[in-house]
């Protein structure tokens, strides 16, 4: 076939299976990402190479670099490719006993005192997911990649507006519509997330966390000590 001119159809008029095979570039594509998300959580970003993500794929070598040329291309896609995954993850979703007696167990949203207490549990829950600490390797590596560190920070804030519009729906309408509730949920969120960072090491059983009771004490008090002029 000459450069340039169109490619010929296939023999009985058939033309190339182009939609076939772009389907299996995607599919590739998504073993490799998946590969390296796998890869950041069970090795640590230090010990992730691009020959362990290729052979977690199961694909070649010149796939790979077709798809990513370089390691920082590869992870930062991996990024979006977490991303993905981190949103799309609804209380109903989830698979582990805990979170499956959590739906079980929600009270009613006019129940203010148990409500709240369960929707602290619950965003608590939720945040114990591999996915955080798969993400907690990457902001290690963004630390001295700018590049990455660019798509990291926008990944973390689409995070957090996900992340504060599903703790609306826990708390419920009646909770959310409260003075004090954003300041509440800030004040959570933040020191949930630093706990958080402390199972890297721990390893205790996100369950049996001590700061639970606290935290639902803490939500109870900023609902109910919001400021009067605040309540206007």
């Known amino acids: 076939m000459t450069v340039g001119q169109p490619e010929a159809p296939e023999a009985g008029g058939r033309q190339p299976d182009r939609v076939g095979q772009a389907d299996r570039t995607a599919r590739s594509k998504e073993l490799i990402l998946d590969a390296t ?77 148990p409500r709240s207490d369960w929707a602290v549990t619950t965003l608590w829950a939720g945040l114990m997911h591999s996915s955080f600490f798969t993400a907690l390797e990457l902001w290690i590596a963004s630390r001295t990649d700018d ?58 059983d996100p369950q049996t966390e001590p700061m639970i009771a606290t935290w639902q004490q803490i939500a109870r008090s900023l609902l109910t000590d919001a400021p009067a002029e605040d309540r206007a």
């Open 147 to 204: 590049a990455l560190a660019d798509k990291v920070r926008a990944h973390e804030k689409n995070v957090f507006e996900r992340v504060r519009e599903n703790a609306r729906e826990l708390f419920g309408p009646v909770i959310a519509a409260q003075a004090g509730y954003d300041h509440m949920f800030s004040v959570l969120f933040s020191s949930m997330r630093g706990m958080a960072v402390t199972y890297t090491f721990s390893h205790l």
């Open 37 to 113: 998300i796998e890869c950041l959580l069970a090795e640590g970003y230090s010990a992730t190479t691009t020959m362990k993500i290729q052979a977690k794929a199961g694909v070649t070598r010149g796939r790979l670099l077709h798809h990513f040329p370089s390691k920082r291309e590869l992870l930062t896609a991996a990024v979006t490719r977490l991303g993905q995954q981190r949103l799309n993850r609804n209380l109903e979703d989830r698979t582990d006993d805990f979170s499956r007696s959590l739906v079980r167990q929600r009270p009613p949203a006019g129940e203010v005192g």
